[in-house]
Structures are given as C-alpha cells and as structure tokens.
C-alpha cells in the first residue's frame, strides 16, 4: 500500500527543515492532537492515538536536508515513511510525505483511512511549524 500527502509549503529554509525533522522529540509537536503516549528512545519514538496499537518509528535513514526515512519497528507492521524536502527559495522549503507498507489486503482496507488521516496531519502540523 502507497499513500503520499500533497506537497507543503514550510516557511524555513531546507537545512532548519532538515534539523527540526532530525530530532525526533520534535514529532511530538506533529502529531495530531488526540495524542495518548508520546516517547523518545535515542533514534526512535513511540506514540499511541485513540483505537490504534502503540507504533514505535525508527530512523531508517537520514539524507542531509533532502529525505528522513522513518520505519516500523516491529516486524508485524512493515512499513517506511519517507518526507522529501525540496527547497523553494532560501527561507521557502516543501515537503511531501510517501507511506509505504506491506500489509495483506485486509489489514490494509481497515488502515487506509486513518493512516492517510495520520500522514496528512503530519503534513499540516509540519506546515505550521
């Protein structure tokens, strides 16, 4: 299953971008607002939303000021959230979001929905920052 947001305009410049997305206690001020649990463990955080499982993200990967690859933790869940940065202007950065995970068809019927509502609430709550 793949899902992407719309690409965001942020008000910084890609390098500030690059360095709010690189600490991960900064994901705490994306999530959306029915937060329940929100942990940072060294290169990855735990979080829990209402009627969903506890996920914990790790960095996968980190491409100075172009991309940061976060991936499921657990094998029972497999999927990587890609957030490509490309630069505007000095002071002008955009970001899109790319989900992508592997799940039966079932699993990924039921998840569609709330992980395309998770995604773009990043995408928002990023814009904002």
Do not use: C, H, W
Not at 98 to 127: D, H, R, Y
């Amino acid at each position: 299953m793949k899902l992407e947001t719309l690409p965001v305009t942020i008000q910084k410049s890609k390098d500030d971008v690059f360095k709010l997305l690189s600490d991960l206690k900064n994901f705490e001020q994306l999530m959306p607002n029915n937060i329940q649990k929100f942990e940072v463990d060294r290169e990855s955080f735990l979080f829990a939303l209402p009627s969903m499982p506890e996920i914990r993200l790790v960095l996968k990967e980190k491409k100075p000021t172009e991309s940061i690859v976060l991936g499921a933790a657990s094998s029972k869940l497999d999927f990587t959230l890609l957030i490509d940065l490309k630069e505007l202007s000095e002071k002008t950065t955009t970001a899109q979001l790319f989900f992508e995970g592997k799940f039966n068809p079932m699993m990924a019927m039921l998840v569609k929905k709330p992980l395309t509502n998770f995604i773009n609430t990043l995408s928002f709550n990023l814009q904002k920052s």
